[in-house]
């Protein structure tokens, strides 16, 4: 088994849907859980960052961390063309690494 | 701030010939940084980590002696792919972690070609 599991899609959305990217995960000791958006030919940018259980929010974007059920997801609100990318999540407990999921391709169509 | 580059974007070179890649943070000291290699639809793979005066501990399957990492400074990490193959071609991605923080903010990849 995978530590983070990741649809890869695609996933193709209209615009301004709202858009769910989820990840799940094996290890109970991850804390930290983050969320990347990857063009392409480029690297990951960091979009969101949380710490533990909860909610963060930034902009359209919304982060949700059930550390309960070892779920994280990541909202897009208003989902815009130059959202689509590749999101990946990732996460760590505190060592040097950070685990990947293998990322879901968004494509947004105006 | 947390602005990490990489030099250069795309290299094609020959069999057997080696391709040094650089890494630097520009605007803060990076007592860690990361080198991962992402192949075309794949997730990103680590392949070591660096700290800054110390020697790379690389990943399970990672030649040492292929991919050479040194990290002389708090800002500069390089990884040389010696003797590069074919399927050494690849997107190099490095990152940087600043201080005790725990994100990583990656570069923007080197895509490396070799024929």
């Known amino acids: 088994q995978k530590e983070v599991e990741q649809d890869p899609g695609p996933l193709s959305v209209p615009e301004g849907a709202i858009v769910s990217l989820n990840c799940t995960y094996s290890?109970?000791?991850?804390?930290?859980f983050m969320w990347y958006r990857q063009y392409s030919r480029k690297g990951p940018e960091l979009l969101m960052y949380?710490?533990?259980?909860g909610n963060k929010e930034d902009g359209r974007f919304t982060a949700q961390v059930d550390k309960s059920s070892k779920y994280i997801s990541l909202f897009i609100r208003d989902s815009q063309p130059s959202d689509s990318a590749t999101y990946l999540c990732?996460?760590?407990?505190?060592?040097?690494?950070?685990?990947f999921g293998t990322g879901t391709r968004l494509t947004v169509i105006p | 701030g947390a602005v990490v580059s990489q030099h250069p974007s795309w290299v094609i070179c020959k069999s057997g010939t080696s391709v040094k890649i650089e890494c630097r943070s520009l605007?803060?000291?990076?007592?860690?940084m990361f080198w991962y290699r992402q192949f075309p639809k794949q997730s990103l793979m680590l392949m070591a980590t660096s700290n800054e005066g110390s020697k790379a501990t690389y990943e399970q399957g990672v030649e040492k002696d292929k991919f050479l990492i040194n990290h002389a400074s708090l800002t500069l990490s390089t990884l040389t792919v010696t003797s590069a193959h074919p399927e050494d071609s690849s997107f190099y991605i490095c990152?940087?972690?600043?201080?005790?923080?725990?994100?990583?903010?990656f570069g923007p990849g080197t895509r490396l070609t070799v024929l």
């Open positions: 990152s940087a972690r600043r201080g005790t923080g725990n994100e990583q903010f």
């Open positions: 290890n109970s000791a991850f804390q930290y």
């Open positions: 605007d803060f000291q990076a007592t860690t």
């Open positions: 990732a996460m760590y407990h505190g060592a040097n690494n950070l685990f």
């Open positions: 949380t710490y533990s259980s």
